[in-house]
């Protein structure tokens, strides 16, 4: 019998050693343990300044909290102590926050410092943004430094990998959210070797984070909506329509993005920059009231553990000014991410589907809202499945949303993304 041909042998990827992936273990975890203990460290610092500005300070002078004529005090000056660090401090605290996504730069340590400061008197003065996107630089400027000197034969690109997974894992407190990052970023390059030898080390440096952070801060995502049961028809039509929905309503702060930002940029300097912003930002406040303010996530929880506490109208108020407060937060130059906010906004407007349209689950709602507009904001498939799912943690909504995806994508997908070129134009 002839033998096979070179052509027609199978093709064998070729795997990487035991040992190799032993080697990477050690600098995983300490990764994973030093991105989560920055992590915990900035967001415990800016709750310490946020209890100051919105409660020590105003209960000393007799003010409301909240009223408007505070909140328009707080963000106008937190505009400006922002602004001062990125006018004067060292690096200018990074690079124009609308340029840059998850994938982060490596910067220089000299810019980590600004950064660090900016965000965290962001968080605590009240603009719509997060801490993702700030953490992971930092996170991924130190560890290309101290991996550097630490294992200096290390390849250099493998510090930014583990300090992304490391505080991805930190942020949704598992180390499944960044391996789903992981999967959609290796799609579109070439691997060498088996998926699971790539994504072993940042696994490790992801797991090593979540749990970090679970064992030290305790973070949850369910949102304790009522059970929907098992799913129906209508079900799955109030997921594909309120998905949907949420895709086009973010699509319209992506489009009006690159506007925003190049009105703000004529401005010209960050000491106009930022308390212009700030005075916007006051104005939305008062307009949609305190829960449109800050990070999102408590006040996510806030507007879940009442589903039927406000009206549709106040619902799709909150919608349209956590929106509008996100899309000027991200143009005016404030250091945050756009993915805590976003769930605010679908939330909210899962919320108001369920007021409008009695049967709408809750569940079914809010899961569906957050998944279409993250979908538009972040263009991140796996990870916008995943933050809509945990948000109800029942198995059924996984199916529903899987479907619902579907036809959110096809709004969104080919269209311009909520992060600009260096020249103002939408990335596409």
Excluded at 252 to 265: D, T
Excluded at 337 to 362: E, N, Q
Aim: hydrophobic share 55%.
């Amino acid at each position: 019998m002839a033998q096979d041909s070179p052509q027609q042998a199978p093709s064998v990827t070729p795997t990487t050693p035991a040992r190799t992936l032993l080697r990477s273990i050690v600098p995983a975890v300490a990764v994973g343990v030093v991105s989560s203990l920055l992590l915990i460290g900035l967001e415990t610092a800016a709750e310490q300044l946020q209890d100051v500005l919105w409660q020590t300070v105003p209960d000393a002078l007799g003010v409301g909290r909240y009223s408007v004529a505070w909140m328009f005090a707080v963000l106008f000056a937190t505009g400006v102590a922002v602004g001062l660090v990125v006018w004067k401090v060292p690096g200018h605290a990074g690079p124009d926050p609308a340029t840059v996504g998850l994938d982060a730069p490596v910067l220089p340590p000299a810019v980590l410092p600004g950064l660090l400061l900016a965000t965290a008197l962001m968080l605590a003065g009240g603009p719509s943004l997060g801490p993702e996107n700030p953490i992971i630089t930092m996170n991924v400027g130190l560890a290309a430094w101290l991996g550097a000197r630490a294992v200096p034969r290390a390849p250099g690109r493998i510090w930014p990998v583990l300090a992304e997974s490391a505080t991805i894992g930190a942020l949704f407190g598992t180390p499944v959210a960044a391996a789903l990052a992981i999967s959609e970023a290796l799609a579109g390059r070439t691997m060498r070797g088996l998926l699971w030898d790539n994504v072993f080390t940042p696994l490790i440096a992801a797991a090593t984070g979540a749990l970090t952070v679970t064992f030290l801060d305790r973070p949850s995502f369910d949102l304790g909506l009522p059970s929907f049961g098992r799913p129906g028809w209508g079900d799955l039509a109030a997921a594909v329509v309120v998905a949907s929905v949420g895709a086009v309503l973010a699509m319209c702060a992506v489009y009006a993005f690159p506007f925003v930002h190049g009105a703000f940029r004529r401005l010209r300097h960050p000491m106009l920059m930022l308390p212009a912003g700030g005075l916007v930002l006051g104005c939305l406040a008062a307009l949609g009231g305190h829960l449109t303010l800050f990070k999102g996530l408590d006040e996510t929880a806030t507007l879940a553990h009442d589903p039927n506490g406000w009206s549709a109208g106040e619902f799709a108020v909150m919608t349209v000014v956590k929106l509008a407060a996100l899309l000027v937060a991200a143009s005016c130059g404030f250091r945050g991410g756009r993915i805590f906010p976003a769930v605010f906004v679908g939330t909210a407007l899962g919320l108001c589907a369920h007021a409008l349209v009695s049967g709408v689950h809750p569940s079914v709602g809010v899961s569906a809202g957050v998944l279409g507009v993250l979908l538009a904001i972040t263009r991140q498939g796996w990870i916008s499945l995943f933050v809509a799912a945990v948000l109800v943690a029942e198995p059924g909504i996984v199916t529903l949303l899987v479907v619902a995806s579907l036809p959110a994508w096809l709004l969104v997908t080919g269209r311009p993304q909520m992060q600009l070129r260096p020249d103002g134009t939408s990335v596409r």
